[in-house]
């Protein structure tokens, strides 16, 4: 008979989730994830099958608690505005009392850009092309700029908000809120 398990797989992930935020991937061992999600390797490898999976599942973790800031870009109607807001939302939370430094996403994205792990690539494509029509989609309302135009802007955005993620993780939040003004002087 299958024993019933001791721990909520959400709290555990949650554990995990921020062990892998502070230390990335490769520095997080299992003992280390062992110790922070209170769970033993048996259980973390019948639960989530590898450090791979419990990693996946901790970016879903990740994902879910940041989607709040994208619904509320997705929802918004001020165009260039919102995309400027967004930008003030997703580095909030970098200014807090924890441990964590950064955006989750980016950091991985980072760690993971030259790696062989087409699992976990996949998952940082998906969420950066997400976050790239949603930029289109608000640059359309306030533009009449041509397809192509947009795509530029919409990539230079990306890629300003891959920057001011690991900005974050040393600079001011003083510096970081100059940097967005100045950002969106440009548009």
Do not use: P
């Given at each position: 008979m299958?024993?019933t398990?001791e721990?909520?797989?959400?709290e555990?992930?949650?554990?995990?989730?921020?062990?892998?935020?502070?230390n990335?991937y490769q520095?997080?061992?299992?003992?280390m994830l062992?110790?922070?999600?209170g769970?033993?390797?048996f259980?973390i490898?019948?639960?989530?099958?590898?450090?791979q999976?419990?990693f996946l599942?901790s970016?879903?973790?990740?994902?879910s608690?940041?989607n709040s800031v994208l619904?509320k870009l997705k929802?918004?109607?001020?165009?260039?505005?919102?995309?400027?807001q967004f930008?003030?939302?997703?580095v909030?939370?970098?200014?807090?009392?924890?441990?964590q430094?950064?955006c989750?996403?980016?950091?991985t994205?980072n760690e993971?850009?030259e790696?062989?792990?087409?699992?976990?690539?996949e998952?940082?494509?998906?969420?950066m092309?997400n976050?790239?029509?949603?930029?289109?989609?608000k640059?359309?309302?306030?533009?009449?700029?041509?397809d192509?135009?947009?795509l530029?802007y919409?990539?230079?955005?990306?890629l300003?908000k891959h920057?001011?993620a690991?900005?974050?993780?040393v600079n001011?939040?003083?510096e970081?809120?100059n940097?967005?003004?100045?950002?969106?002087?440009?548009f």
């Amino acid at each position: 008979m299958a024993r019933t398990k001791e721990y909520k797989e959400e709290e555990v992930i949650e554990k995990a989730m921020l062990l892998f935020w502070r230390n990335g991937y490769q520095g997080t061992s299992m003992q280390m994830l062992e110790r922070e999600m209170g769970i033993n390797k048996f259980s973390i490898y019948a639960s989530f099958g590898s450090k791979q999976g419990v990693f996946l599942e901790s970016l879903q973790c990740y994902k879910s608690k940041v989607n709040s800031v994208l619904e509320k870009l997705k929802k918004a109607s001020n165009g260039i505005a919102d995309i400027k807001q967004f930008f003030y939302d997703s580095v909030s939370a970098n200014y807090t009392e924890d441990e964590q430094k950064g955006c989750f996403v980016t950091n991985t994205y980072n760690e993971f850009s030259e790696s062989e792990d087409e699992l976990i690539k996949e998952q940082m494509r998906a969420f950066m092309a997400n976050l790239k029509l949603i930029f289109i989609e608000k640059l359309r309302s306030n533009a009449t700029k041509s397809d192509a135009e947009l795509l530029k802007y919409a990539d230079f955005l990306l890629l300003a908000k891959h920057g001011l993620a690991a900005a974050s993780r040393v600079n001011s939040r003083e510096e970081i809120e100059n940097y967005i003004e100045m950002l969106f002087t440009k548009f």
